[in-house]
């Protein structure tokens, strides 16, 4: 067997067996080979080397799912080593990126382009194919989820050989946004970008039945509306969230929405406790410490105040010790087959459990309450959704299942998890 600190050679009988971790903790395992390539011609050899001895191959990103997404007892890889921006097209407004690439590094040769993402979620350290393809979103009722902005990739096929998706491409495109890595590892992909532009935050603290009197005109109103509902004093610590006290509307800490809005400005950049004025990949991100276990479901947004309401009495009168805040916010319908927003405008709810507790009967009955109203879940985020689920849910899912077949019939790219959902 030859390693090195890039990649890893599988022999015939070389198998290094190495334990792997997701951010948090919650997902684990040990998988037969580990590789780390540096160039997309390195990338195909070692897929292909690996399916012609019978392994799987899960590539697993930065790790930021919280479900069983990029396990794998097989070839596991990392596309750290595969990154920076390829080629911007300024008069398109387009941007072709290493699948490797982090959010972060991306926005900040953006930035130094005069350009900007259309939208962006609340972490951006994860790696662009990873984030995107398992339905990452930010919040905006016009906007869609970050993968809508997709217009181009490299899918690299079990057998090593690649298939370029564009809009040429379309059903192909369509599939392949929110595709989990079951039609192929990427190793490249093009966004549609936008000229750069700033934004201004704000950030207050308002009652709950006030926010919910309120909804529909600040989800107008503004291009990013969001809010965290805090059902304890607590609560605001458990994500590291500012403490709004002195733009508070009532002075109370229990009960509550921390509430943001961001709305594009040419005002010049400041900051403020609660407001500022930045370039806008530099509002976006909050920083999280890895301390919750999470579940995200999009409901269709004409349920979305009702199955907000169902989840907090739930938590106020049957899950007391649930102290983590809900997350709030709002994407647009997209075309993707398998996207959580697929032709449908929703808002995205999320509750945690605290590592370290038994909260299965928690998020269970929150599962109960959001698939009731016709949530999806977000595919990197806890959910207990089946294969019949699935069938259920997504229109297009038997469309996207025969497609995987038809590229990887004997399943190279799933694992356990993502064979119960899509084989």
């Known amino acids: 067997m030859n390693t090195s600190s890039n ?21 684990s395992c040990v998988r037969a080979a580990r590789a780390a390539p ?15 001895k019978g392994l799987n191959v899960r590539v697993a990103g930065s790790g930021h799912s919280f479900t069983p997404v990029a ?3 097989g070839l596991h890889l990392t596309l750290a080593n595969m990154t920076g ?10 941007v072709t990126a290493a699948a490797g690439t982090t959010i972060n590094q991306l926005v900040g040769v953006l930035k130094a382009e005069g350009l900007s993402m259309i939208n962006q979620g609340d972490i951006d350290s994860q790696a662009l194919a990873g984030a995107l393809t398992t339905g990452t979103h930010g919040t905006g009722i016009t906007l869609g989820n ?18 370029v998706v564009d809009e040429s491409t379309p059903d192909l ?12 590892a990427i190793s490249e992909i093009t966004l549609q970008v936008t000229d750069s532009f700033n934004l201004h935050e704000r950030i207050w603290r308002e009652d709950f039945e006030s926010v919910m009197e309120k909804h529909d005109e600040l989800a107008r109103k503004h291009r990013h509306f969001s809010f965290f509902w805090c059902p304890y004093e607590q609560s605001r610590h458990c994500y590291c969230l500012p403490d709004t006290a002195a ?5 109370r800490t229990t009960d509550v929405c921390e509430v943001k809005v961001m709305d594009i400005t040419d005002r010049p950049p400041f900051e403020s406790a609660f407001e500022k004025v930045a370039y806008s990949s530099d509002v976006y991100p909050i920083e999280y410490v890895p301390n919750f276990h999470e579940l995200e479901y999009a409901v269709p947004l004409i349920h979305s105040k009702d199955a907000l309401r169902a989840v907090r009495k739930l938590m106020l009168e049957d ?3 649930a102290i983590y805040p809900i997350e709030y916010r709002f994407t647009a319908g997209d075309g993707a087959w398998m996207s959580p927003f697929y032709e449908q405008d929703s808002v995205t709810i999320s509750v945690s459990g605290e590592p370290g507790t038994d909260y299965w009967d928690y998020l269970r009955a929150v599962d109960a309450i959001l698939r009731a109203y016709g949530g999806r879940p977000h595919w990197g985020k806890m959910h207990f959704l089946t294969g019949e689920d699935v069938a259920a849910l997504y229109p297009r899912a038997g469309d996207f299942r025969a497609l995987r077949r038809q590229l990887d019939p004997q399943g190279f790219y799933l694992n356990d998890h993502l064979s119960l959902l899509f084989r």
Request: proline share 2%; glycine share 8%; net charge negative.
């Open 71 to 73: 396990l794998t007892s």
């Open 319 to 321: 899950f007391p010790e």
């Open 85 to 94: 921006v390829r080629h911007i097209d300024h008069e398109k407004r387009r």
């Open 38 to 52: 540096t160039s997309e011609d390195e990338l195909c050899t070692l897929i292909r080397d690996a399916t012609r």
């Open 173 to 184: 495109l369509l599939a392949s946004r929110v595709s989990l890595g079951v039609l192929g």
């Open 7 to 27: 990649n890893m050679h599988i022999n015939e009988f070389g198998i290094e067996h190495a334990h792997w971790r997701n951010w948090v903790g919650n997902q």
């Open 146 to 163: 970050m993968a809508s902005s997709i217009v181009g990739m490299k899918l690299v096929q079990p057998d090593g050989e690649i298939i």
């Open 247 to 251: 733009t508070s509307t009532t002075g």
